[in-house]
């Protein structure tokens, strides 16, 4: 009799959680329409033992016995965590995991969501504790320069927070685990699946906003998560131009008539393999850092670090290359000339940035074509402009492919040339590589450092523009 009690209790509690989770995620549809397709994708399902409410990225987990808890203690509490954890399915916080610092993407990414909830202010979702949480929320808004995951990661990295600050914010923002955000095998619903419902969302909120002001934080989050990223290394190969490697051609040599040979003629080869290949690789391309006040020093070798890497791949690039990088903030400042892999490391290591004026694109290309006119190219095949994007465009399009590459959306930013294109690096992969090329090539980088200062070479300085010109 007590196991069919016991077994009743269970069932009828498994019943009332069940109901909460209904009502919640209709509380969620019926003022916010918009994420009707993302709910569909998260159906909730019971995980007893959980003591929480989490997910994957293909359904809602809950446990029965804490979701009747959490209604009982607070009844916006059960919503409130739905459309908490709806909106990192929306934003890709899932995705991320990883890839990323633990730490800090958990807590940015729960005050990212939490503070989108807060604007949401949904009335079956509200906390004893959403006073408090908006107060943090706008202070580190302010801070941070906004509420998106991805730069409250980047400034708790830069502004790490005390033990006892970073435990009372996780207590704070906290309304679901993220255990399960580690994928265990193929997940159902992909990263491009979720993007394109994050895609429906925001087209589904223009009409839904037209009666209602304050979203502005969804509708940033939005942006950040849809936005398109970019491979670098695929970037850098509509640079590539056609030449010719000193290199056995394996695909023009037939190896039937070279053994015929060895076998009955002794030593003698009847085809000796070409010691030549057309090949596309990198060849001749410049390199333009946008070295104004508002372009910060980490970043930009960040990026050099990421190029060099990209360069440093054989696949890519000849043995002989022509790389200019152009330092210019409202003039051009230096000129350093690339011809190996040794240049482009002394350059990344030792290298200076000059300027921090104003931005004006236009004298880089002025400078690129003195340059083509004193015959420093061959064939030119295009420019990488790294910049913040608040500057002067040139009006004339160049014979050359351009490229202006930055590290975040920006809306208030004045649009990049027709004929040239805009590409949104990734600044937490652009550091992650830094750091790898660092740590397998620090040993002998320092060697080199001691060699050069003892020495007392600045053989950068004899490459900058004033010697060059």
């Given at each position: ?42 159906q ?42 709806l ?38 979702a ?7 949480a ?37 207590q ?13 095998g ?93 090949s ?12 104004s ?11 050099l ?43 990344v ?17 002025a ?15 295009g ?13 004339r ?7 202006f590459?930055?590290l ?9 040339p ?26 002998r ?20 523009l004033?010697?060059?010109?």
């Open positions: 009799m007590k196991k069919e009690g016991h077994a009743s209790a269970e069932k009828r509690m498994a019943s009332l959680a069940a109901r909460v989770m209904e009502l919640a995620y209709s509380d969620i549809l019926i003022h916010m329409r918009f994420f009707d397709v993302a709910l569909a994708r998260l909730p399902v019971a995980r007893s033992g959980l003591r929480g409410i989490a997910t994957d990225g293909t359904a809602c987990y809950y446990d029965p016995v804490y979701v009747l808890q959490c209604y009982r203690k607070e009844s916006g509490m059960v919503t409130r965590s739905c459309l908490h954890m909106l990192h399915c929306v934003f890709f916080h899932n995705f991320q995991y990883g890839k990323l610092e633990g730490d800090n993407w958990d807590l940015a990414s729960d005050i990212a969501v939490e503070g989108v909830a807060l604007e949401l202010g949904l009335a079956g509200s906390l004893d504790k959403d006073r408090e908006a107060r943090v929320v706008q202070g580190l808004k302010e801070q941070a320069g906004g509420i998106t995951a991805e730069r409250l990661y980047r400034y708790f990295r830069q502004v790490p927070l005390p033990g006892e600050e970073r435990e009372r914010l996780g704070l923002f906290f309304r679901d685990i993220h255990t399960l955000w580690v994928p265990t193929q997940l159902e619903v992909t990263q491009e699946q979720w993007k394109k419902i994050s895609q429906r969302v925001k087209a589904d909120l223009k009409s839904f906003s037209r009666a209602r002001d304050g979203l502005a934080d969804l509708e940033k989050n939005l942006e950040e998560a849809t936005r398109d990223r970019y491979d670098y290394g695929e970037i850098l190969r509509r640079f590539t131009v056609m030449g010719e490697d000193m290199l056995v051609n394996d695909e023009e040599f037939d190896y039937v008539y070279y053994m015929y040979g060895l076998e009955h003629y002794g030593n003698l080869p009847l085809v000796e393999p070409l010691e030549y290949k057309e596309e690789k990198v060849k001749e391309f410049v390199i333009a850092i946008d070295t006040a508002s372009c910060r020093g980490a970043l930009v070798k960040a990026f670090r990421r190029t060099y890497s990209i360069l440093k791949d054989r696949e890519n690039f000849f043995s002989k290359i022509n790389v200019h990088i152009i330092q210019c903030d409202s003039q051009v400042q230096s000129d350093t000339k690339i011809t190996g892999d040794e240049d482009f490391e002394k350059f290591k030792y290298g200076k940035l000059k300027g921090f004026g104003a931005t004006d694109f236009r004298p880089v290309f400078y690129v074509e003195k340059l083509k006119g004193q015959g420093e190219f061959e064939n030119l095949k420019l990488i402009y790294f910049t913040d994007g608040y500057g002067i465009y040139p009006e399009m160049p014979d050359y492919q351009v490229i590459a930055f975040e959306e920006d809306v208030h930013r004045t649009p990049v027709p004929w040239s294109m805009k590409v949104v690096l990734e600044e937490e992969e652009l550091e992650k590589e830094g750091q790898e090329r660092e740590g397998a090539g620090g040993e980088l320092e060697k080199e450092g001691q060699e050069r200062e003892e020495a007392g070479g600045e053989e950068l300085e004899k490459k900058d004033g010697e060059r010109t």
